[in-house]
């Protein structure tokens, strides 16, 4: 064991966590009407809760188990059978390697929220999110992390894909996932509102831009130069693509927003994930410049011209980013086309056939969207019972 090692990667695993709780939810809870915060809050943080449980029994067996084939891990680390405080992964102990992938467990499924706020059943999120987690992350996760069919020696020979910290595992699915969802789920009765506290957008992304060092500096799983560059890498890629939205905002509707630099912020962020252990500083402020503009196109794109209202525009940022990214990956060089393409095809068939299935299964056996009444009325009260604001208090 290596104590610098050990060291970083709790801390890692601390700032990843504070990704989901709270940075993601004040994010979302922001962007969305006063009478559905509390909602949004609800999902993000039953969803950490779950995904941690989930992740200890099975998850984090299917993703890293060591009895399995390509395709899964196996089952033979369920519920951390055979690991102690003494057991080791690498220069970690296994149990910290174990918690800190519970981390990306637990926000893959939380980045999916954005898509179906303010209309989706609450048993449905939980019931989704489970499955989802088990079916889809885990087992793309071994594909690429663990040691699957897609990473070294696989079916790409003996260099297969690159994915730093997730643009595939993370970002793909999740926004192909979210993008799913919203097409099922249809738009919102009311239609599009302004979010309805911009300073809470603002303050979640702040906290997720700084929860990010952990996420793409930690899965160097070392404390060393590695580690550095990737923290530095995606600081430069986030700070770009900020200025490039906000830059371009200006250019086609005459002001740059809050609301838009800071999801510029989250592009950036996203599409240097996949990215940051393989390029340096040169190739950060292209990534970031290109992910400001190309991911508010895609905003564009998704809500205007094919009316999908993946509400918090998941798959437009967190889709395109990741999928972006991991292009880059090969365009500078850094890994092969035929890898970096060929998985993101497979992940994303994947992707799409099995949450198309889980969609089906779970809205079989609980409702997919709430009634009229409970949508217009808002999600806080109607099925949580409470209030995100009390004026009169």
Known sequence: MNGADTAW???????????TLPGLALFYGGLVRARNVLSVFMHCYAIACLMSILWLALGYSIAFGGSGNAFWGGLDKMFLSGIDADTLSGS???VLFFAFQMTFAIIT?????????????FGFVLLFSALWMLLCYAPVTHWIWGGGFLSDGGIFGET???DFAGGIVVHETAGLAALILAIFLGARREGTKPPHNPGMVMIGAAMLWVGWFGFNGGSQLAADGGAAMALT????SAATASLTWALWERIKFGRASLVGIVTGTIAGLASITPASGFVGPIEALIIGAVAGVLCQEMVNLIRNSLKIDDTLDVFAVHGVGGIFGTIMIALFGAGSWAAQLGSLAIVGVFTTVVTIVLIYVCKAITPLRVDQDTEVQGLDITVHGERAYHFDS
């Open 9 to 19: 990667i709790i801390v890692a695993t601390a700032l990843v966590l504070f990704m």
């Open 92 to 94: 970690i102990p296994e």
């Open 109 to 121: 499924p939380a980045l999916i929220v954005g898509a179906y706020v303010e209309r989706i059943g």
């Open 160 to 162: 297969g894909v690159r």
């Open 233 to 236: 890498v995606t600081h430069i």
